[in-house]
Protein backbone atom coordinates (compact mmCIF):
# COMPACT_ATOMS: atom_id res chain seq x y z
CA UNK A 1 0.00 0.00 0.00
CA UNK A 2 1.38 3.32 -0.99
CA UNK A 3 1.12 6.96 0.72
CA UNK A 4 -1.15 8.28 -1.43
CA UNK A 5 -4.04 5.25 -0.28
CA UNK A 6 -3.49 6.16 2.52
CA UNK A 7 -3.72 9.70 3.00
CA UNK A 8 -6.50 9.59 0.47
CA UNK A 9 -7.99 7.06 3.19
CA UNK A 10 -7.15 9.35 6.07
CA UNK A 11 -8.52 12.43 4.53
CA UNK A 12 -11.56 10.66 3.46
CA UNK A 13 -11.77 9.73 7.39
CA UNK A 14 -11.14 13.57 8.03
CA UNK A 15 -14.10 14.70 6.16
CA UNK A 16 -16.82 12.25 8.02
CA UNK A 17 -15.15 13.01 10.93
CA UNK A 18 -15.48 17.06 10.12
CA UNK A 19 -19.19 16.51 9.04
CA UNK A 20 -20.19 14.44 12.80
CA UNK A 21 -18.10 16.74 14.82
CA UNK A 22 -19.98 19.77 13.30
CA UNK A 23 -23.44 18.01 13.72
CA UNK A 24 -22.64 17.05 16.89
CA UNK A 25 -21.39 20.21 18.35
CA UNK A 26 -24.10 22.70 16.43
CA UNK A 27 -26.58 20.15 17.37
CA UNK A 28 -27.53 20.98 13.52
CA UNK A 29 -27.84 19.64 10.37
CA UNK A 30 -28.56 22.68 8.83
CA UNK A 31 -26.32 23.22 4.91
CA UNK A 32 -26.41 19.05 5.20
CA UNK A 33 -27.88 17.36 2.08
CA UNK A 34 -29.30 13.90 4.01
CA UNK A 35 -30.15 12.60 0.52
CA UNK A 36 -25.71 12.82 -0.35
CA UNK A 37 -25.44 11.13 3.06
CA UNK A 38 -28.07 8.05 2.30
CA UNK A 39 -25.90 7.31 -0.79
CA UNK A 40 -22.79 7.46 0.51
CA UNK A 41 -24.73 4.78 3.29
CA UNK A 42 -25.40 2.94 0.44
CA UNK A 43 -22.05 3.06 -1.29
CA UNK A 44 -20.26 1.99 1.89
CA UNK A 45 -23.25 -1.11 2.52
CA UNK A 46 -22.96 -2.25 -1.43
CA UNK A 47 -19.07 -1.98 -1.48
CA UNK A 48 -18.06 -3.59 1.96
CA UNK A 49 -20.16 -6.77 1.47
CA UNK A 50 -17.19 -8.82 1.22
CA UNK A 51 -16.35 -8.09 4.80
CA UNK A 52 -18.25 -11.73 4.91
CA UNK A 53 -15.99 -13.50 2.11
CA UNK A 54 -12.73 -11.86 2.05
CA UNK A 55 -9.87 -10.76 4.82
CA UNK A 56 -7.14 -8.58 3.09
CA UNK A 57 -5.57 -6.52 5.93
CA UNK A 58 -6.72 -5.36 9.29
CA UNK A 59 -5.97 -2.14 8.43
CA UNK A 60 -8.71 -2.96 5.48
CA UNK A 61 -11.00 -3.96 7.59
CA UNK A 62 -10.94 -1.67 10.58
CA UNK A 63 -11.24 1.12 7.61
CA UNK A 64 -14.97 -0.63 6.12
CA UNK A 65 -15.89 -0.58 9.40
CA UNK A 66 -15.64 2.58 10.18
CA UNK A 67 -16.74 4.00 7.12
CA UNK A 68 -19.76 2.12 7.57
CA UNK A 69 -20.61 2.80 11.30
CA UNK A 70 -19.64 6.71 10.66
CA UNK A 71 -21.91 6.71 7.47
CA UNK A 72 -24.96 5.30 9.50
CA UNK A 73 -24.20 7.85 12.17
CA UNK A 74 -24.86 10.43 9.97
CA UNK A 75 -27.80 9.57 8.64
CA UNK A 76 -29.39 9.06 12.11
CA UNK A 77 -28.13 12.15 13.61
CA UNK A 78 -29.93 14.11 9.82
CA UNK A 79 -32.75 12.17 9.77
CA UNK A 80 -33.60 10.86 14.01
CA UNK A 81 -32.01 13.08 16.20
CA UNK A 82 -31.58 16.46 14.75
CA UNK A 83 -34.30 15.89 12.00
CA UNK A 84 -35.93 19.42 13.67
CA UNK A 85 -32.80 20.87 12.05
CA UNK A 86 -32.81 19.35 8.90
CA UNK A 87 -33.52 21.36 5.82
CA UNK A 88 -35.76 19.24 3.82
CA UNK A 89 -37.10 22.08 1.86
CA UNK A 90 -33.23 23.18 -0.02
CA UNK A 91 -32.34 19.24 -0.28
CA UNK A 92 -34.54 18.16 -2.85
CA UNK A 93 -32.17 16.51 -5.80
CA UNK A 94 -34.08 13.60 -6.78
CA UNK A 95 -32.62 10.48 -6.43
CA UNK A 96 -33.40 8.33 -8.76
CA UNK A 97 -31.95 10.78 -11.35
CA UNK A 98 -28.91 9.01 -10.20
CA UNK A 99 -30.11 5.56 -8.86
CA UNK A 100 -31.35 4.70 -11.72
CA UNK A 101 -28.97 5.19 -14.51
CA UNK A 102 -26.16 3.87 -12.12
CA UNK A 103 -27.47 1.04 -11.52
CA UNK A 104 -28.25 0.15 -15.37
CA UNK A 105 -24.82 0.90 -15.49
CA UNK A 106 -23.61 -1.66 -13.00
CA UNK A 107 -25.42 -4.34 -14.74
CA UNK A 108 -24.06 -3.11 -18.34
CA UNK A 109 -20.41 -2.81 -17.61
CA UNK A 110 -18.61 -4.40 -14.83
CA UNK A 111 -15.68 -6.84 -14.41
CA UNK A 112 -18.05 -10.44 -13.75
CA UNK A 113 -21.77 -10.81 -14.20
CA UNK A 114 -21.57 -11.81 -10.47
CA UNK A 115 -24.03 -10.52 -7.77
CA UNK A 116 -20.67 -8.97 -5.19
CA UNK A 117 -19.10 -7.61 -7.95
CA UNK A 118 -22.04 -5.83 -9.55
CA UNK A 119 -22.65 -4.52 -6.34
CA UNK A 120 -19.31 -3.35 -5.84
CA UNK A 121 -19.40 -1.67 -9.51
CA UNK A 122 -22.71 -0.30 -8.30
CA UNK A 123 -21.27 1.28 -5.06
CA UNK A 124 -18.24 2.49 -7.56
CA UNK A 125 -20.62 4.30 -9.87
CA UNK A 126 -22.77 5.48 -7.31
CA UNK A 127 -19.58 7.31 -5.36
CA UNK A 128 -18.75 9.04 -8.39
CA UNK A 129 -21.72 10.77 -8.49
CA UNK A 130 -23.67 10.81 -4.60
CA UNK A 131 -21.95 13.94 -3.48
CA UNK A 132 -24.46 16.04 -6.32
CA UNK A 133 -27.41 16.44 -3.84
CA UNK A 134 -24.94 18.02 -1.54
CA UNK A 135 -23.37 20.48 -4.11
CA UNK A 136 -27.01 20.85 -5.88
CA UNK A 137 -28.62 22.26 -2.09
CA UNK A 138 -25.43 24.74 -1.60
CA UNK A 139 -25.92 26.19 -5.08
CA UNK A 140 -29.96 26.39 -4.56
CA UNK A 141 -29.28 28.14 -0.83
CA UNK A 142 -26.14 30.01 -2.23
CA UNK A 143 -24.06 29.67 1.02
CA UNK A 144 -22.43 26.63 2.61
CA UNK A 145 -21.14 27.24 6.18
CA UNK A 146 -17.29 26.95 6.61
CA UNK A 147 -17.09 23.36 8.40
CA UNK A 148 -19.39 22.29 5.72
CA UNK A 149 -16.75 23.71 2.75
CA UNK A 150 -14.31 21.76 4.79
CA UNK A 151 -15.43 18.50 4.60
CA UNK A 152 -16.27 18.97 0.42
CA UNK A 153 -12.71 20.16 0.78
CA UNK A 154 -11.13 17.21 2.01
CA UNK A 155 -13.52 14.58 0.17
CA UNK A 156 -12.22 16.02 -2.79
CA UNK A 157 -8.77 16.16 -2.07
CA UNK A 158 -9.49 12.16 -0.72
CA UNK A 159 -10.34 11.88 -4.96
CA UNK A 160 -7.38 13.30 -6.17
CA UNK A 161 -5.16 11.49 -3.56
CA UNK A 162 -6.76 8.07 -5.05
CA UNK A 163 -6.29 9.24 -8.43
CA UNK A 164 -2.16 9.91 -8.07
CA UNK A 165 -2.66 6.13 -6.12
CA UNK A 166 -3.61 4.91 -9.38
CA UNK A 167 -1.70 6.54 -11.07
CA UNK A 168 1.50 5.01 -8.74
CA UNK A 169 -0.43 1.78 -8.84
CA UNK A 170 -0.25 1.46 -12.92
CA UNK A 171 3.86 2.55 -12.91
CA UNK A 172 4.77 0.27 -10.14
CA UNK A 173 2.54 -3.08 -10.43
CA UNK A 174 0.63 -2.82 -13.90
CA UNK A 175 -2.47 -2.46 -12.03
CA UNK A 176 -5.01 -0.87 -13.60
CA UNK A 177 -9.24 -0.64 -13.24
CA UNK A 178 -11.00 1.25 -15.46
CA UNK A 179 -14.40 0.99 -13.69
CA UNK A 180 -12.35 2.71 -10.54
CA UNK A 181 -10.27 5.45 -12.59
CA UNK A 182 -12.76 6.14 -14.50
CA UNK A 183 -15.94 6.95 -12.10
CA UNK A 184 -12.85 8.34 -9.77
CA UNK A 185 -12.08 10.73 -12.54
CA UNK A 186 -15.84 12.21 -12.86
CA UNK A 187 -16.17 12.71 -9.22
CA UNK A 188 -13.48 14.74 -8.91
CA UNK A 189 -14.36 16.96 -11.64
CA UNK A 190 -17.64 17.69 -9.76
CA UNK A 191 -15.52 19.01 -7.19
CA UNK A 192 -13.40 21.29 -9.86
CA UNK A 193 -15.61 24.12 -9.29
CA UNK A 194 -16.06 23.72 -5.67
CA UNK A 195 -12.41 23.47 -5.19
CA UNK A 196 -11.84 26.95 -7.22
CA UNK A 197 -14.78 28.53 -5.31
CA UNK A 198 -12.83 27.08 -2.11
CA UNK A 199 -9.60 28.44 -2.51
CA UNK A 200 -10.54 31.82 -3.38
CA UNK A 201 -12.96 32.73 -0.87
Known amino acids: MNIFRILGDLSHLLAIIILLMKILKSKSCAGISG ?11 TRYLDLFTTF ?6 VMKVIFLICAYV ?6 VRFRKT ?15 PVTGLSF ?16 IYLESVAILPQLFMISKTGEAETITT ?16 WVWRYHTENFYDQIAV ?3 VVQTIFYCDFFYLYVTK
Request: aromatic letters at 22%; zero cysteines; charged letters at 10%.
Open 74 to 79: TVYMIY
Open 182 to 184: VSG
Open 150 to 165: HYLFFLGLYRALYIAN
Open 35 to 45: KSQILFALVFT
Open 56 to 61: ISVYNT
Open 108 to 123: LENHSFTPLEILWTFS
Open 86 to 100: FDSENDSFRLEFLLV
